[in-house]
């Protein structure tokens, strides 16, 4: 049996049932994650009933809040005990501010309230709970944090700002209408994302309890007026909710077997802190941060299947047709674990707190204040252990050296295909160095121990960070940046744009001058329309281009070649199990019938003739009848093995598989 962190000792310090004690004496696990696991599977149970039982055709929106609400009250007393008041009271208060203050101060008001209330419970853990890994109202309130404050700003950019000024989520997300008390409740504490997240905005999850949240994706063969009665088949999440299911239960597998072998308090010991190795040292960093990493991953997943399976999270469909459950994912495992730079990996972990400091924070302060703020406003959402701040501050350090390395580097790499898998490579393996220095402060906690260690290798990679900021542009010349005249900025204002084109500015900064300037006084619609421009999904918002963010696009790239070819394996495979049924049918129903294959036509005219010419006959027509039987099935068998070769070089599938370390 392998055991987590435990109770133990300490069990005074939760406040949640103890009911299923015994079952956690049994299996080896703390009390408070046997509560935790016990309240997210029942809720992945009691998301179908919702899905199905509770579905927007059939009740109304205010039964399906209720439900959702009655539920997330009910795990949040389950696994807090008394603690579940500050659950109800952070988002009561919030909500005070909302109804009572101008919308034009309101987000700062909400975000400062939040925030404080936020830090209170912090502190009140680091005070009287320090170091501890057990369940804690924490987590909760942290979402909580995330939806009062992205409500806030949506109020905000809803209620006082002109439609023109804001970015293409800011226009998705704006909030026309204060939300009534009991939709505000219901967002804030649904059973479906109050223990683990993810982070949803509130007009995805309105969209969701009223039903409308298919109407804005129709098929991908298909066309869809919102306006119109139109019926629209809701597809199904069970194979989403089932793989995300598999993989949580995966990642908690290897959370359990390894976390024995790499446990995160041996970086604070004096013997493995005095008595191993430089290399080893590395080596156990980001052995011990990874194995942590699949608790968050096995969470997350388990969390966005519950919510999948209850018909949240459709996120319309990919070019095949196929419908996508990701608008919640907040784990891109993959992409993450293989990301070729720091803001790859980073994009791709947590990603409902991306989107919310993205929303609430990088878009909203002047661009050289972007990054700091951003981790410093990270930093205090997650709480004031020392190690939280030195992790964010190295983060940052190491963001910013990544960007004048890749500037500098990457386009020497790019002449042939193994010079750009060389370099795929090597800044993979060196991210991973990376991240298991930079991020073991915020799993051990401690500043004292985290700093110590940090001096005994030499603080190095921070001196290299530091090196490669204000040494290296003075000794590498960077990528020429390809020149832009304005002549070429501005003829394109001048350019009419179909609907599934996007100007090379953003869309806050059409301005009215601007659509004045490019058309005439007559085309008036025209004009309108692109005012009046807006996304109409979140992944159409949220997925904006930024010049200056590196997304993950080489990821996303592997993951869709990936995609191409397990179906082009897939493919093929079907194909070969099918010609070889039918090659095994061909030759039994050759074996049944084989006396009447040996009697052809002319033998049956010709059985009124003298017995010797019939044997002779019959003799030459059973040799001739072999000799089509070998015929036939050699001319089945190059049938189909010209069929399966044109399939393989149809879908190039050896060739293509061998070539995805490759990708771009």
């Known amino acids: 049996m392998f055991e987590l962190p435990k109770v133990g000792s300490e069990v005074s310090n939760y406040d949640g049932s103890r009911a299923f004690l015994w079952l956690a004496n049994m299996v080896g696990l703390s009390v408070d994650l046997v509560n935790f696991l016990i309240a997210q599977i029942l809720a992945l149970f009691l998301a179908s009933i919702f899905r199905s039982f509770l579905h927007p055709s059939k009740v109304s929106a205010e039964l399906r809040h209720i439900f959702g609400l009655s539920l997330g009250l009910f795990f949040g007393y389950f696994c807090f005990g ?18 009572t203050l101008n919308p034009r101060i309101v987000q700062r008001a909400v975000m400062i309230v939040a925030l404080v209330y936020l830090s209170c419970i912090h502190l009140h853990r ?22 009062c404050t992205s409500l806030a700003f949506s109020i905000h950019d809803g209620f006082t700002r002109e439609h023109k000024d804001l970015t293409k989520a800011q226009q998705y997300h704006a909030i026309h209408k204060l939300p009534s008390a009991l939709e505000y409740f219901s967002y804030m504490l649904h059973f479906q994302g109050l223990m683990a997240g ?56 290897i959370f359990m077997k390894f976390i024995t072998v790499y446990p995160i308090k041996g970086l604070k010991d004096d013997d493995f802190v005095n008595d191993t190795s430089f290399v080893y ?36 469909y990919d070019k095949d047709g196929s419908a996508k459950w990701d608008l919640l994912a907040n784990i891109n495992v993959f992409a993450f674990e293989f990301g070729t730079n720091f803001r790859d990996s980073i994009n791709n972990w947590n ?33 004031f252990y020392p190690g939280y701040y030195i992790t964010f501050a190295t983060g940052a350090l190491f963001v910013m050296a990544a960007r004048v390395a890749r500037r500098s580097f990457r386009h020497r790499f790019q002449a042939t295909q193994f010079t750009r898998m060389f370099y795929d490579i090597l800044t993979c393996l060196t991210t991973r160095v990376f991240l298991g220095y930079a991020t073991y402060p915020f799993v051990l906690l401690e500043c004292v121990a985290s700093l110590h260690l940090y001096l005994k290798v030499y603080m190095c990679l921070h001196l290299v960070a530091v090196a490669t900021i204000f040494i290296l542009p003075k000794l590498v010349r960077g990528a020429p940046r390809p020149s832009t005249s304005k002549q070429n900025l501005t003829s394109t204002s001048g350019v009419r ?33 692109l005012v009046d421009m807006v ?15 590196e997304m993950d696009n080489l990821s996303q790239k592997l993951k869709e070649k990936i995609d191409i070819e397990t179906r ?5 495979i079907d194909k070969t199990v099918t010609g070889i049924v039918e090659l095994k049918d061909e030759i039994m129903r050759m074996n049944e019938n084989e006396s009447h294959l040996f009697i052809p036509a002319e033998g049956l005219r010709k059985r009124n003739t003298n017995i010797d010419n019939v044997n002779s006959s019959s003799s030459n027509t059973v040799i001739s009848s072999s000799n089509n039987k070998t015929d036939g099935v050699d001319a089945f068998l190059k049938k189909e093995i010209d069929a399966i070769n044109a399939a393989v070089q149809q879908a190039n599938v050896l060739p293509a598989v061998l070539s995805n370390g490759h990708a771009k």
């Open 82 to 99: 008394q603690q579940a008041i500050h659950i109800a009271g952070l988002p009561a208060i919030c909500y005070i501010v909302i109804r």
């Open 126 to 147: 680091l005070i009287y709970d320090y170091g501890s890994y057990s369940l804690d109202v924490t987590g909760p309130l942290m979402i909580i944090t995330q939806k």
């Open 198 to 253: 993810p982070m949803v905005f509130y007009k995805d999850y309105i969209d969701f309890i009223e039903g409308y949240h298919i109407l804005p994706h129709p098929n991908a063969n298909g066309n869809l007026d919102n306006s119109s009665k139109q019926i629209v088949l809701e597809p199904s999440p069970m194979k989403s909710v089932v793989r995300k299911v598999i993989g949580s239960f995966v990642c908690a597998f």
């Open 281 to 316: 040292k590395f080596w156990y960093m980001a052995m011990a941060t990874t194995v942590i990493r699949f608790k968050y991953y096995h969470a997350w997943l388990l969390a966005e299947a519950i919510c999948n399976n209850s018909g949240l999270g459709f996120n319309g």
């Open 351 to 383: 990603i409902g707190t991306n989107h919310w400091l993205r929303t609430v924070v990088y878009e909203r302060v002047p661009k050289k204040y972007g990054t700091p703020l951003t981790f410093g406003l990270s930093a205090l959402w997650h709480g």
């Open 497 to 529: 744009l179909s609907p599934g084109q996007s100007s090379p500015k953003s869309s806050s900064s059409i301005t009215n001058s601007g659509i004045e300037n490019a058309y005439p006084k007559s085309n008036d619609a025209i004009k309108r329309s």
């Open 535 to 549: 996304p109409t999904s979140r992944t159409e918002a949220v997925s904006v281009k930024h010049d200056d963010c």
């Open 568 to 572: 082009n394996i897939e493919e093929f």
